[in-house]
């Protein structure tokens, strides 16, 4: 029997990534939570830059397009770490972005400053009440 020179991996990947999550008083059954960044880049390679970002998804995607600030603050990212995802999950709103390998994994200040503002508009959204049709 010869050996396999390249054998397939198992078990445990070297994969990282970290959630953040705004807790809610109750489920959230709805998408109007639902969020994707769609970075705006000007470059290519190990000089891509973000430029801006626009938001895809529900009503805080709307609400996170929107605000200035957070795009200002997400400019400063790099384009890996500007690919953040928003979605409701049981008992509150989970905020990630990519998978990373032990190399690459961090949070910086400027990524968190940006989930923290992200977190802030959940949480205003969260307290205000339900519009009426």
């Known amino acids: 029997m010869t050996q396999d020179l390249n054998p397939m991996p198992w078990g445990a990947q070297d994969r990282f990534q970290a959630h953040f999550i705004v807790k809610t008083e109750h489920d ?25 970002v626009k938001w895809s998804g529900g009503e805080l995607a709307d609400t996170l397009s929107s605000d200035n600030e957070l795009s200002t603050l997400m400019t400063r990212l790099s384009y890996k770490d500007a690919e953040i995802f928003v979605e409701p999950t049981n008992g509150g709103v989970r905020i990630h972005g990519g998978w990373k390998d032990r190399y690459e994994f961090s949070i910086t200040k400027e990524l968190f400053a940006v989930y923290d503002r992200i977190a802030y ?3 205003s959204k969260l307290r205000s009440p339900p519009v009426q049709s």
């Open 121 to 123: 508009h959940i949480k």
């Open 28 to 52: 959230l059954p709805d998408e109007s939570f639902l969020a994707k960044s769609n970075p705006q880049t000007k470059g290519h390679f190990a000089t891509k830059k973000v430029t801006g």
